[in-house]
């Protein structure tokens, strides 16, 4: 009689007892934990990528500004027009940009004359390129020989 009790309550239904629906949340739970982890990870990659262009765009636009500096006191041939005090003269100077790429970014470009050695001046030029809040900052040193 015992073998048919014990039979009998392991086939019957009210003392079976599955682990299929806890089981179920368990993983539904699991997988859904892992999509919002996914999707926040997702998002910092894209806010990282976006601050990276934005360093690189005002490097270049700190760059562009040094290079007009450089071109003001250090005139090319085919531009004489350029006044060699020009940069230096004025004190600070701000350059909005307009072309593509650097749209919106900003340089402000200052110079100085450090020193004047056996008649020879050395110029320091600073410039700071901003793009949407992120900056940059170019120094370059040299001399007119």
Not at 30 to 55: D, K, R
Not at 118 to 142: A, D, L, W
């Amino acid at each position: 009689m015992s073998l048919k009790r014990r039979d009998s309550l392991i086939t019957s239904p009210r003392s079976q007892r599955g682990i299929g629906i806890p089981a179920a949340l368990f993983v539904i739970t699991l997988f859904a934990l892992l999509a919002v982890a996914i999707n926040l990870l997702q998002e910092q990659n894209a806010e990282t990528y976006e601050e990276q262009v934005n360093l690189t765009r005002a490097f270049y636009a700190a760059e562009s500004g040094a290079g007009i500096a450089m071109n003001s006191i250090f005139p090319p041939e085919e531009f004489p027009q350029y006044n060699a005090d020009a940069e230096c003269a004025a004190g600070p100077r701000e350059y909005v940009f307009t072309i593509p790429g650097l749209n919106e970014c900003t340089a402000t470009v200052s110079c100085t004359v450090d020193a004047t050695v056996s008649s020879v001046e050395y110029y320091t030029i600073v410039s700071e390129g901003s793009c949407n809040g992120v900056n940059r900052k170019v120094q370059i040193r040299s001399s007119k020989q």
